[in-house]
């Protein structure tokens, strides 16, 4: 069952595992996250959407940000789309919560509109 914090931030509860909810921009400078004024994630990188590069770039990134193996991560829907569902195997919503706005560089749960934080990915 998701709770309205949980779609707030678009993080959700499915165990063993959660979903990330997001928005994909590619073509993007360099890969950075930023968080909307309603909570929802975007993910930027670098790699065109072509031949699923952008797909495979933004797995890379969130691995990186989320200190996950790639293997934990997959598209649960919207290969194609920018707005896509992250499946995130043996990490609880909470945590994964908590390692999102780690990456953000915030304190608490205080929410910043468009907030970009660059990566070097």
Known sequence: MTTGAD?????A????????????????GKSSIAQLADGTFQI??????????ANAALLR?????LDVPRSRLAIASGASSRRKRISVDGIASDE???????????????????????TDC
């Open 7 to 11: 779609r707030a931030s678009g993080v």
């Open 13 to 28: 509860k499915h165990p063993p595992r959660s979903l990330l909810s997001l928005v994909v921009v590619p073509r993007a």
């Open 44 to 53: 930027r990188v670098a790699a065109a959407p072509v031949d699923g590069a």
């Open 61 to 65: 990134f969130l691995a990186d940000i």
């Open 96 to 118: 994964l919560e908590r390692r999102l706005q780690a990456a953000l560089g915030k304190a608490g749960s205080t929410r910043h509109a468009n907030r970009v934080i660059p």
